[in-house]
Nanobody
Framework: QVQLVESGGGLVQAGGSLRLSCAAS????????MGWFRQAPGKERELVAA????????YYADSVKGRFTLSRDNAENTIYLQMNSLKPEDTAVYYC????????????????WGQGTQVTVSS
């Protein structure tokens, strides 16, 4: 069973930055896609960003393009989501996820989930 442990959430003012990290328990997640979903109160869960195993393919939701950057370190089984120019509408619980290879933009039902980390952006 793969365990995903997130860190880095918190409270930040609009325009600020946060960096989320997600470490996987497995020593290797060969070929696994990893990424971040988020869910705000009263809203549906949405895919924020995803990255393939090699890191040469990424997906970003239109709402975060140009502001968020997803990267991965396979040696450390860790992914990082750098979030800049944060807006109040980015406030949500952010969930790390992992799955077998999938078309990134169609990813909506991950095999593995983290416990979630709260991101709150004040105006």
């Amino acid at each position: 069973q793969v365990q995903l442990v997130e860190s880095g959430g918190g409270l930040v003012q609009a325009g600020g930055s946060l960096r989320l990290s997600c470490a996987a328990s497995e020593r290797t997640l060969n070929n696994y896609v990893m990424g971040w979903f988020r869910q705000a109160p009263g809203k549906e869960r949405e895919l924020v960003a995803a990255i393939n195993w090699s890191g040469d393919s990424t997906y970003y939701a239109d709402s975060v393009k140009g502001r968020f950057t997803l990267s991965r370190d396979n040696a450390e089984n860790t992914i990082y989501l750098q979030m800049n120019s944060l807006k109040p509408e980015d406030t949500a619980v952010y969930y790390c996820a992992a799955d077998l290879p999938i078309i990134l933009k169609n990813w909506n039902n991950p095999r593995y989930w983290g416990q979630g980390t709260q991101v709150t952006v004040s105006s």
